[in-house]
């Protein structure tokens, strides 16, 4: 098993930009999140996703979307981007089971915007 | 707003000792697990504790949990050198499982 992957690892932006990252899973875990992590600020929640096609936002979902089609897939969207989304961006996976309740994290997508 | 605050942010010690963690929460929670972040890595999962058991162990970890002051602690005994890393507590909330909230971590160094 691959786990959770991440594509890209690293990504420059012009202010404005949009795009996407990547995440995918291979353990067919019904719940996925979208985390930020900042210097000093730990990890914050963007998104979440229960199962395909319902999603909900976190903490900090401003500026963010985010689809789930598949159980696979959760792609986080990034409209318009700002200096302030400069971060690092981890999708994680898990299995809604009582006694499976461990987190597996993707590598990460470091994300410049200029 | 955080729901895990761990305490110390940043600790140093030799290897051989031990480290210990500790880690603050506000509301009832159905679970708390430990993960650890080395440098520029994704975190990975150590341990988890329900809310109706006092302690756990795996390995050199032992982890502790006191609903009543919603506090826990994260002993590494004999450390080394490659634990370093930032260890993070992570809540998972009363009603709402599908989330994990995650403290702003603690950052260890062993030094050799």
């Known amino acids: 098993n691959a786990g959770v992957t991440q594509t890209p690892k690293f990504q420059v932006l012009k202010t404005g930009q949009s795009m996407t990252l990547q995440c995918a899973q291979d353990?067919?875990?019904?719940?996925m999140s979208w985390y930020r992590q900042d210097p000093g600020m730990g990890l914050r929640l963007i998104h979440y996703s229960v199962g395909a096609g319902i999603t909900d936002q976190g903490e900090v979902p401003n500026g963010y979307n985010v689809s789930r089609s598949t159980t696979e897939d959760f792609p986080l969207r990034l409209l318009s981007a700002a200096p302030s989304q400069t971060s690092v961006y981890f999708c994680?996976?898990?299995?809604?089971?009582?006694?499976?309740?461990?987190?597996?994290f993707g590598p990460g997508t470091r994300l410049l915007v200029l | 707003s955080q729901q895990g605050e761990e305490d110390p942010q940043a600790l140093s010690i030799q290897e051989g000792e031990n480290a210990t963690m500790n880690c603050s929460y506000k509301t009832s929670i159905n679970n708390l697990q430990w993960y650890r972040q080395n440098s520029g890595r994704g975190l990975v999962h150590l341990i988890l504790i329900r809310s109706n058991e006092r302690e756990k162990h795996s390995g050199r970890l032992r982890v502790t949990l006191d609903t009543s002051k919603k506090s826990s602690s994260l002993l590494i005994t004999a450390s080394r050198a490659a634990d370093t890393a930032s260890y993070f507590c992570a809540t998972d909330v009363q009603g709402g499982s599908e989330k994990l909230v995650f403290g702003k971590g603690t950052k260890l160094t062993v030094n050799p």
């Open positions: 994680a996976s898990r299995s809604p089971l009582a006694e499976k309740e461990t987190q597996y």
């Open positions: 353990m067919n875990h019904e719940y």
